[in-house]
C-alpha cells in the first residue's frame, strides 16, 4: 500500500486562541490549518469598540513564540493587538484558509479522524481538529417583555464603536460587566448628555494596577488557593482600595470575589468607572424589567425614555451547531472538556478559549496552545 501524508489538524478560528495553537503544533513539526471564516485574521477584535484594550499587561499576553512590541505599551490597544495578530501569523509563517465557514463537525466515515462540512460545499478531512472559535462569540440580548415592539435604538455593545454618535444624548447601558462599565466611561467621557447604567448584580471592582502591581498577577497567584481564602483577601483590598460608592447606587457586593469568579464572572476592572460614578457622568439606576413602546421599564419601577439603549449582555458560545450533536457539550453550551483534555466519546477534538479565566485569557490561551500542542504531538495521526 502506497504511504500517504497524515490528515492535518484543523484548527477552526483566526483569532489569538486558533494562531497560539497552530503556531505550537508548528513548532513541533505538526502540520495545522487555521479555517477562518472572515477575511482576515483577529475578525473579533477588529469589531471591538476603539476604546478597548486589553485589561492584562502586555508582558503576560504574548502568544507563544513572538513577544508583543514594547512600543505598543503596558496596556495594549485593540487596534495594536490586531496588528499583533496580523505579525504572528505572518512570524510563523502559518498556513491559513480564510473566507471559509466551518458548520459541522462529524467522525469521520473510516473511524480516522474528522470530517468538517464547510461552506460551498467542502469537506475537509482532518486527523484531528481544535475548535477556537472564541468566547465572544454570539452577541446575546435577553427576550425582555416588551423589546421586540421598542420604538427606541437599541443595540448590542458588539455594534458599537465609539462615542460619537451619541454625542448630546440621554444613553442608557444595560449591564456593568468590564464591557458595560467601559463603554458607560466611554460615552461620558466622548459627550452624551446623560449615562446611565442599570445594574442587575452588584460588580466587585479592582483596580487595574495599584503601585504597579497589575491585578492580573494577583490573579495568577491566588487561582489555586482556597475560594474562601481568596474571597478574605478580596474584601479586604477591596476596602483598601476601592471607595464605598452605596450612596451612588453602588454598595459592595455581599458575595465573595472568587466565589463569583467560580460562577463565572470576573471582577471590573476600573478604567475610569469610578471617577466617572462619583462625579454624577455615570448614573447607576435599577436593572432593566421591559421595554413599553418607547420607555424603558427599571425594576424598581421607574420609566425612563433613553435616546439609545446599549446592551452589554454578554455573549453565547455558539457551538451547538458545530459540535452539539457530539455531546461534548454541558447544559449551557459549553465544552465539557477544555485545553488538552478531550471527551471520552471525541477523542481528537480540542477547544481552547471557552473560559474567562481570572489570570487573563490571553495567557491562558498561550498556556493552553502548548498543552494541546504537546498533547496532539504525542499521538499518531495516521491513515491506513
Not at 41 to 55: E, F, I, K, N, P
Not at 72 to 85: P, S
Amino acid at each position: 500500500m502506497t504511504a500517504t501524508q497524515p490528515r492535518p489538524v484543523y484548527v477552526i478560528g483566526g483569532g489569538p486562541g486558533g494562531l497560539a495553537v497552530a503556531a505550537a503544533l508548528r513548532s513541533r513539526g505538526v502540520r495545522a490549518v487555521v479555517v477562518e471564516k472572515a477575511g482576515s485574521v483577529g475578525t473579533s477584535w477588529r469589531g471591538h469598540y476603539a476604546r478597548l484594550r486589553l485589561h492584562t499587561t502586555r508582558r503576560l499576553s504574548a502568544l507563544p513564540g513572538l513577544a508583543i512590541p514594547r512600543r505598543f505599551g503596558r496596556w495594549v490597544g485593540r487596534a495594536d493587538v490586531v496588528r499583533y495578530l496580523e505579525k504572528y501569523a505572518e512570524f510563523h509563517e502559518l498556513e491559513l484558509v480564510t473566507g471559509v465557514e466551518v458548520t459541522r463537525i462529524e467522525r469521520a466515515a473510516d473511524g480516522e479522524g474528522w470530517t468538517l462540512h464547510a461552506s460551498g460545499g467542502r469537506q475537509l478531512a482532518a486527523g484531528a481538529v481544535v475548535v477556537a472559535t472564541g468566547f465572544n462569540h454570539t452577541p446575546a440580548l435577553p427576550d425582555w417583555p416588551g423589546r421586540d415592539t421598542y420604538t427606541g435604538p437599541l443595540l448590542h455593545a458588539s455594534a458599537y464603536r465609539d462615542p460619537g454618535p451619541y454625542a448630546g444624548q440621554d444613553v442608557l447601558v444595560v449591564g456593568v460587566g468590564n464591557t458595560g462599565a467601559e463603554i458607560a466611561v466611554d460615552l461620558a467621557d466622548g459627550g452624551a448628555a446623560r449615562v446611565r447604567l442599570a445594574v442587575r448584580t452588584v460588580p466587585h471592582i479592582v483596580r487595574r494596577s495599584t503601585a504597579g502591581w497589575p491585578a492580573q498577577r494577583t490573579g495568577i497567584l491566588v487561582r489555586h488557593l482556597p475560594v474562601r481564602l481568596v474571597d478574605r483577601l478580596g474584601a479586604l483590598t477591596a476596602k483598601a482600595s476601592v471607595p464605598d460608592l452605596s450612596a451612588y447606587g453602588l454598595p459592595r457586593p455581599d458575595t465573595g470575589l472568587y466565589s463569583r469568579v467560580k460562577q463565572g464572572a470576573i471582577p471590573v476592572q476600573d478604567v475610569g468607572l469610578i471617577d466617572a460614578v462619583r462625579s454624577g457622568r455615570v448614573e447607576p439606576v435599577a436593572a432593566v424589567a421591559s421595554f413599553d413602546g418607547a420607555e424603558v421599564v427599571l425594576a424598581d419601577g421607574t420609566r425612563i425614555s433613553p435616546d439609545a439603549v446599549v446592551a452589554a449582555t454578554g455573549y453565547r458560545r455558539g457551538l451547538e451547531a458545530l459540535v452539539g450533536h457530539l455531546g461534548v457539550l454541558d447544559e449551557r453550551g459549553r465544552p465539557l472538556a477544555h485545553g488538552p483534555r478531550t471527551h471520552p466519546g471525541a477523542p481528537g477534538l480540542y477547544f481552547t478559549g471557552y473560559t474567562n479565566p481570572i489570570s487573563g485569557m490571553f495567557r491562558e490561551l498561550a498556556l493552553d496552545a502548548d498543552r494541546i500542542a504537546k498533547a496532539l504531538s504525542r499521538k499518531p495521526r495516521r491513515r491506513p
